[in-house]
Structure formats: structure tokens, C-alpha cells
């Protein structure tokens, strides 16, 4: 036989067993999948990213003064284009964001203003003072808090209390949930037959409960405003858009609650549906100051005496990340609008803006305040951070492309208004 017919007969071979091979591959694919379980299942969920981007603030340039005592608390008003500032000097004080000069100063308070609270709409604003005494509000119905332990829900339009509970955060769900030193955090009905009913009392920390976040807190304090600024004609149609919002966030699932405590522990709630909680979380080595959820629900952080602020899984509470570089306690935490930075403030003096994307180091670390740094606030445009010091002033730091002007406000606390 030549070479020729030799090499012919083996490639023959070669094929007629490569057949054979490929025949029993496809049994065996055929036998692998009358195996498999038609019971599997892959569960696939989509979840949008942000249509807008918010860039850190840097430094800032200028000062605003006023207030004659330490800032306590900052806010901005839905829009971001008013400020609100309440503090030690007893008076509330309302700044243009756009020119920084002051608009109104409330005056009334007898003692340090401690809390503050916006309507949605941003056309209200209801301000709460150490004895427990509520100024200047007209929304339909609010909740105050006081050092004597009580809550109290008014009627502002008739000024008639309309219940007297026990410290504080409104859900959307009809509910109201107050944290005590006595360990406990309670659940209330305020809507209905119902206001002022005790629904159930969740029971867990083993000391005194410092702070409140519910995953739709950024949602409930901006209404129909996102992004956009959108103008609405009717009250109806801003009410259609704040619900919008707000069942977006919530995606079908009930409200969750985070609640921090100075036996160094976070609980997990989901306390419209149970009284248990659905996870303990440990890792600060310090009472936990403040909690914040990101605006989109998804994560959550929290500020200790520790110095250290802390990343979770908002669905399940699970440890993402430690941000380090404070060296002092940190007071308070603030997301950016778009869900992407962090802002904290600290005893050190400083501000520190944290990249979800990067959080071994700080983005920027914001000096200034001559003193600890109280107050917090990012606007709800991404465009400003506003700050509250011991030092009685307020720093607001503006970026606009790659230029950042600041403005320094004094006073106790700041809070925006429309």
C-alpha cells in the first residue's frame, strides 16, 4: 500500500471515530439535560443607574454671619434654593442659597433650637426648641419632640394637639416611629381613627437609642422634587409625583428602619410588618451618632464616636465598607442625591467627602471650621454642602465646572426653605 493510500485510510478512520465521539457528546448532552431540575430558577433583578451625576465639593471661599451661637442642625429646602438655620441664640434664620444673604430671622424661641421639619413642598416649616415649644409652622398635621420624652402630633391650621406620644421619624406608610432612652423604639398610627394608637414596640439594644433612618427618608423630605425641579401647576400633581417617587423606592416592599445605639449596635426593621428585626449589626467599637440612607434605598452608613463611618447593604444590612481618616468622633453623615458620595463631619473639625466607587480614602477633606462640626446638609441639586459648627458658623461649599465658591453662614442650625 503506498503512503498516499495509507494516509487516506487513517484520515478515514480519524473521521469515523470523530463521528462516533461526536454521537456520544450528544448523548451525554441529552442525558445531562433530562437530568437537570426544571424546579431551578434564576432570579434577575435590574436596577436603573442614576440619569444624573453629582461632582464633590472642594473647599470654600466665603463666609456668612449672623447667628451668635454655636450651628446644631443644617437643612435644605426641597429645592435647595433656601436655607433654614436654628440654633443656641434661639432664633431660626432662612438664606438665599444663589446670593447668601439672609432673608428672615425667626425670633420666639426661649431656648436652643434643636429640631426642625420641611413640608415636601417645601413651603412649611415647623421649628422645636429645648423646652419642646413649636414655631412658625403651617402643614396640616406635624410630630414634635422634646427633652421632657413626649411626642405630640398638631393639628397646625386649628393649633390643637391632636395626640401625645412618646422622639422621632415619619414614615410614608401612615406610621411614625419614636426611639427612647429606654431602649425601645415604638411604632404609632398617625392617620385615621387610629393617631396616636401604639401599633407594636420593637425591642433589641441593650442601652439608650441615639438615631432613626428609614430607607425612604430622602423621598418623604423632598416630595415631587427630583432632579429635574420639575414646576408643578396644582397641588394634586405634586402629590401624583412625591407618591411616584416614593413607591419607586420603596419597590413593593414595606418601609425599613435602621436604628443606632450607644451599646454600639445597629438594628435593621422592618417594623410595619414584624416586630423582629432583621438583622443586628456590630463593628462600631463606640456609640453610633447618626445614620443615613443613600436617596435610592440601597445602602445605608453610619457615624460613631469611633471616628469611623460605616457602609451596609440597605436590603440586608450586610458590612460593605469602613471609611477611614477622621480623627475625632464623627456627628453626622450625608449622601449626595445621586446616591454616589458621602459627606461626614466630625469633632476633628474637618468634612470628608467619600466616592461610593473609591472609599479607602477620602475624595476631599473640606478645612475650615475652627471648631467640632455639628451640622450637615447636601443639597438636593447635588450643587451644595452645607455645613454647622460649634464655631457659630454655617460653611457652604458650590462647585461649578471645576470651580468651587464657598459661603459661611453663623449661627446653630441651618435649614433651606422654598
Known amino acids: 500500500m503506498s503512503t498516499v493510500d495509507r494516509a487516506a485510510k487513517k484520515q478515514k478512520v480519524e473521521a469515523e471515530n470523530a463521528g462516533s465521539d461526536s454521537e456520544n457528546e450528544d448523548h451525554d448532552d441529552v442525558q445531562v439535560a433530562s437530568n437537570a431540575s426544571t424546579e431551578a430558577a434564576l432570579t434577575i433583578t435590574f436596577q436603573p443607574l442614576a440619569v444624573f451625576r453629582v461632582r464633590p465639593v472642594t473647599r470654600c471661599t466665603d463666609t456668612l454671619q449672623g447667628h451668635s451661637e454655636a450651628i446644631l442642625h443644617v437643612r435644605f429646602s426641597p429645592d435647595g434654593k433656601k436655607l433654614a438655620s436654628g440654633g443656641g441664640d434661639a ?41 419642646g415649644e413649636i414655631r412658625n409652622s403651617a402643614c396640616e398635621r406635624f410630630a414634635s419632640s422634646s427633652k421632657d ?33 429606654d431602649r425601645t423604639i415604638k411604632v404609632w398610627a ?17 442601652h439608650r437609642i441615639n438615631t432613626l433612618a428609614l430607607n425612604v427618608d430622602y423621598v418623604c423630605r423632598t416630595g415631587p422634587y427630583d432632579h429635574t425641579f420639575k414646576t408643578f401647576d396644582t397641588r394634586e400633581e405634586m402629590q401624583q409625583a412625591a407618591q411616584a417617587r416614593y413607591d419607586a423606592i420603596r419597590r413593593g416592599q414595606p418601609e425599613r428602619l435602621v436604628s443606632g445605639s450607644d451599646d454600639f449596635t445597629l438594628f435593621l426593621w422592618e417594623p410595619a410588618e414584624s416586630k423582629k428585626p432583621i438583622e443586628r449589626l456590630t463593628g462600631h467599637q463606640q456609640p453610633v451618632n447618626d445614620l443615613s440612607f443613600s436617596p435610592d434605598g440601597r445602602y445605608f452608613a453610619s457615624a460613631s464616636f469611633d471616628k469611623k463611618v460605616k457602609i451596609w447593604n440597605g436590603k440586608d444590612g450586610k458590612f460593605v465598607a469602613t471609611l477611614n481618616g477622621h480623627v475625632g468622633a464623627v456627628y ?46 447636601w443639597s438636593p441639586n447635588g450643587q451644595k454642602v452645607a455645613s454647622g459648627s460649634k464655631d457659630r458658623t454655617i460653611k457652604m461649599y458650590v462647585r461649578y465646572d471645576k470651580r468651587v465658591l464657598g459661603y459661611v453662614l453663623t449661627g446653630i442650625g441651618i435649614f433651606f426653605l422654598l
Open 149 to 181: 420624652g413626649s411626642i405630640k402630633i398638631w393639628n397646625a391650621r386649628t393649633g390643637r394637639q391632636v395626640a401625645s406620644l412618646s422622639c422621632l421619624k415619619w414614615g410614608g406608610e401612615g406610621l411614625l416611629y419614636s426611639a427612647s432612652r
Open 190 to 206: 398617625v392617620e385615621g381613627d387610629q393617631v396616636g394608637k401604639l401599633v407594636r414596640t420593637l425591642v433589641g439594644h441593650a
Open 332 to 377: 453626622q453623615v450625608c449622601w449626595s442625591s445621586d446616591s454616589r458620595m458621602i459627606v461626614s463631619a466630625s469633632k476633628d473639625s474637618t468634612i470628608k467627602v467619600w466616592e461610593l466607587a473609591n472609599l479607602k480614602n477620602a475624595k476631599e477633606t473640606l478645612s475650615g471650621h475652627a471648631d467640632e462640626v455639628y451640622a450637615l446638609d
Open 91 to 131: 432664633t431660626v434664620r432662612f438664606w438665599d442659597t444663589n446670593t447668601c444673604m439672609p432673608q428672615f430671622t425667626g425670633r420666639g424661641h426661649k431656648h436652643h433650637v434643636l429640631c426642625t421639619a420641611w413640608s415636601p413642598d417645601g413651603s412649611r416649616f415647623a421649628s422645636a426648641d429645648k423646652t
